[in-house]
């Protein structure tokens, strides 16, 4: 379409830049005037039948089932995916098919992301159904997501690739299947990048979320929805520990600004179509199959390597703390709110009582220095890391974080059970394994 409008455009050039010499001019009274606008007219025409005939084919030869054009304009969303026909509805099908008496058969997205390819695996395995839903951008390294993918293709389930933006793909999904849940853990990550990437944290956080709570409004039965918000929705708040009534309108980050927004989306869609929806709050989850860009990460790497790490303080020597969360503390913390979830009262995209709508805290309630982080992996990895010790810029980190978990251990028997020493030996026994164990070399 862009090479036709841009056809189109030098066609137009080519028009406006006739009259503008006097030669040219000149030319329209000469004898083979008549002759050169009837060849122009004839080409005119050949190249609007040309486009036509191109418009034509782009219909018709789409792919009956391809997704409409996601309306971002970021990097990695102007993409198309395959989806649709008889043996990718069987995998879907196959993929969401519930094993267990009374078990959920839940969407989830973000599925070759670090917490969904846990959370994901952690349902298969109890029975209930699955379908992944990822885009596999490359925010980081996408064979990361890769290796995730064929670990959940083990366990039987399958990853759809595809865009939350995608509404033909999300409706088509729930004709498909008649998803009970939706656990939604597709988002653009990370504190520091937004300042690099607005557009992907807009596209994937607000109108991918509005995406898809459109469609869980408007299909029958409405799904039950627990998402993941995050701890930096907290900003600048200093009251401590944590509580889910403290203030949260002074966010620190693009990344929190889109965080809380989606709270305040899920209250409208809650308030108006009786969606039931649940929002975790997690606090610096870490552990196996993690995430590159977090400190824990690239600290391994860059210790490995010999190369020094920025190791981050607040103003007058302050202490930057982080409350970590074992990636299986929050696997059960998921389990359980989608286990409490209760039904959504709308249907035909309407409501028709009040329905839930709970937002919870899951940390780990004890909050470690990044020092201190730094020294534990020194001691697993048994090697001394160079230590670049920094004042904490100010783009959107915050100097500590710390959860009261009371709420979600009351309502959804949430109780985090690994300290952090236990949890970054299970992650550097995989970091090792996953990157010298004959898979790939750490870089
Ligand atoms: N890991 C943490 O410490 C942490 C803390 C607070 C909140 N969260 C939130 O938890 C969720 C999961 O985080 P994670 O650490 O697993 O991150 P992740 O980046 O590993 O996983 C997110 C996945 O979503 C996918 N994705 C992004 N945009 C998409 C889109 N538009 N359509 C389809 N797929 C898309 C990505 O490809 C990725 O695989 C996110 O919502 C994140 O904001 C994570």
Known sequence: MSQLKQQMSLHNNDDNSAPSTPGKFKMEKSPYFNRTRWHSSLAKLTLWSFAFLAVIFIFFFRSPSSPSLPTDTSRRSL??????????????????RVRSRNGLSVLVTGAAGF???????????????????DNFNDYYDPSLKRARQALLERTGVYIVEGDINDEALLRKLFEVVAFTHVMHLAAQAGVRYAMENPGSYVHSNIAGFVNLLEVCKSVNPQPAIVWASSSSVYGLNTKVPFSERDR??????????????????????????????TGL??????????????????FTKDILKGKAISVFEAANHGTVARDFTYIDDIVRGCLGALDTAEKSTGSGGKKRGPAQLRVFNLGNTSPVPVTELVSILERLLKVKAKRNIMKLPRNGDVQFTHANISYAQRELGYKPTTDLQTGLKKFVRWYLNYYSGGKKAVE
């Not at 993409?79 to 969401?96: C, D, F, L, M, Q």
């Not at 870490?286 to 860009?293: F, K, S």
Request: zero cysteines; proline letters at 5%.
């Open 281 to 298: 709050r997690f606090f610096t989850v870490y552990g196996p199959w993690g995430r590159p860009d977090m400190a824990y990460f690239f």
């Open 115 to 133: 917490v969904g390819t846990h959370v994901a695996s952690a349902l298969k395995r109890r029975g209930d159904g699955v379908l992944g839903l």
């Open 79 to 96: 993409r198309t995916y395959n989806w649709g026909g008889p043996a990718w509805e069987k995998r879907v099908r196959s993929s969401a």
């Open 248 to 277: 949260t309108d002074q966010p620190a980050s693009l990344y929190a600004a889109t965080k809380k927004a989606g709270e305040e989306i899920a209250h409208t869609y809650n308030h108006i179509y009786g969606l039931s929806l």
